[in-house]
């Protein structure tokens, strides 16, 4: 997979692995540069700066309008955004700003299109492939796979990259591609306000139990982290971050994603937290200083699905052949056999291809895998699945052993290839 994909018009559409770091040119910062290939540089976010036109434009400090916000909002696709546009005027309004100017309002996100994987992109501007973040979970990488022989798949066997939980793994050592929190400093090359000059020079705003949570260790560490958890109360402290002199402010929204997981993305229920949202955003403009610029994107759009679309693996022996462990989620899912052999890993790719059809979307082998998710470090071949796959249209692929009833009862699910999922936002305004 490239790091941009190409948009209906034929031009490379951004990513998401480059928005943080163009967002750090933006609040007239820079990155230092990193010792582990595929990670964003310095030059990569220069380029995109550029070709976006936020390049920084005078040595205005954040208090008088010179620092940046980068919104995050989980779960809110593209397509899923005009198809409801109607009831949000403010990103209505910056969606149709976005359209008539460069680079347009449409940007991918890494594969799969999930949260742990996307986030940790965004983090680290490198691909999945490289930071070993490919899924919701991973096989436990403490756990041999040559132990999981005569095996059923089952939920302990997971690592959830998520919350970390139940495995003695330091997310930070695991996980040790430097964030761009992690690398930045102060351009030399340009002249710097002295008031602010103790302040951080980025913080992050989302619930207060986010700090020091596996995720953000893993792929989000580096910033100060100020906790929110209403949405409408994260405006104001991204106002004061930016009076007390912060140049970057990275702001996160899970509410639209939350809604769409229990009731769907076309229920009454994501409709109330998109019209929420819309408020929060108009906020944010009203009370950051002027001229501060606010770049919203997404980690990953959302398709709704139903029972008749389910395949349920362990009810099928046909597919459960082989298979020892399973982890991912419904609609990305990583297949682990026997021994983790090459020759065995072919044949089940081969028997799921014939048995699946069309409701697959993509169905390779480990070796095949750095076709989606980049090349794959020695971290991510690790935990990547011997088989990989991930599902076309509303299908998704299930296991009750591993799967709690909750995660298999979804209405709304992401991870796999389509483009409601891949599509996202890339909005960019000025207040």
Known sequence: MSTAGTS??????????????????????????????????????????????????????PRAGGGTVVVLVDGLGLENLRARKGHAPTLRSWLSSAEANAPGPEARTCLPSTTAAALTTLGTGALPGTTGMVG?????????????????????DQLSLISWEGHNL???????????????????????????????????????????????LAGLRGAAHRGADRMEDRPALAARALAQGVALVYLYV???????????????QWLTQLERLDGMLAE???????????????????????????????????????????????????????????EVAAETAARWRERLGDRALWLGTRDEAH????????RARSVVGDVVVAMADAWVLVDPRVHSPEAIAMPGVHGSLTVQETTIPLLLTRA
């Open 170 to 216: 330091d997310p930070r050592a695991w996980q040790d591609v430097p964030t761009i929190f992690e690398r930045l400093e102060r351009d030399p090359g340009r002249s710097h306000r002295t008031d602010g000059q103790s302040a951080p020079l980025a913080v992050s705003i989302g619930p207060a139990r986010f700090a020091g949570s596996g995720l953000t």
């Open 8 to 61: 209906p018009g034929g031009t490379r559409a951004p990513h998401l692995r480059q928005v943080l770091g163009a967002a750090v040119v933006s609040a007239g910062l820079r990155l230092r540069e990193s010792i582990v290939p595929g990670t964003l540089s310095q030059e990569e976010a220069l380029a995109a700066a550029t070709s976006w036109g936020i390049r920084p434009d005078g040595d205005r400090g």
């Open 284 to 342: 944010l403009a009203r009370r950051v200083p002027r001229g501060t610029r606010i770049l919203l994107t997404a980690d990953h759009g959302m398709v709704d699905t139903e029972a008749a679309h389910r395949v349920d693996l362990s009810a099928d022996p046909v597919l459960a052949r082989d298979v020892v462990a399973v982890a991912g989620e419904p609609r990305f899912t990583h297949l682990y056999v026997t021994g983790s052999d090459p």
């Open 254 to 268: 899970g509410e639209l994603d939350h809604a769409g997981h229990a009731h769907g993305w076309r229920s009454a």
């Open 371 to 378: 076709t989606l998710l980049g090349p794959l470090s020695e």
């Open 136 to 156: 919701y979970s991973v096989l436990n990488p403490l756990l041999s796979r040559e132990r999981l022989a005569g095996r059923e798949p089952s939920r302990e």
